[in-house]
């Protein structure tokens, strides 16, 4: 399940499961934002864009 999957916050180091931390683009990039420390990661690249 893709709640399981658990991301790690690079600045901070924080654990979170991936729901509600990616904010779809619709250059089919995606948006990272830690919701500990604020950090943010934008025009993160998939497999399609």
């Known amino acids: 399940m893709l ?3 658990m991301v790690v ?3 901070c180091k924080d654990q979170r ?3 509600n931390l990616l904010t779809a ?3 089919q990039n995606v948006i990272y934002k830690c919701l500990e420390c604020e950090y943010e990661q934008t025009n993160i690249k ?3 864009g």
Do not use: E
């Open 3 to 5: 709640a399981d999957v």
């Open 9 to 11: 916050c690079p600045k």
């Open 17 to 19: 499961p991936i729901t």
């Open 25 to 27: 683009q619709s250059n």
């Open 46 to 48: 998939t497999k399609k």
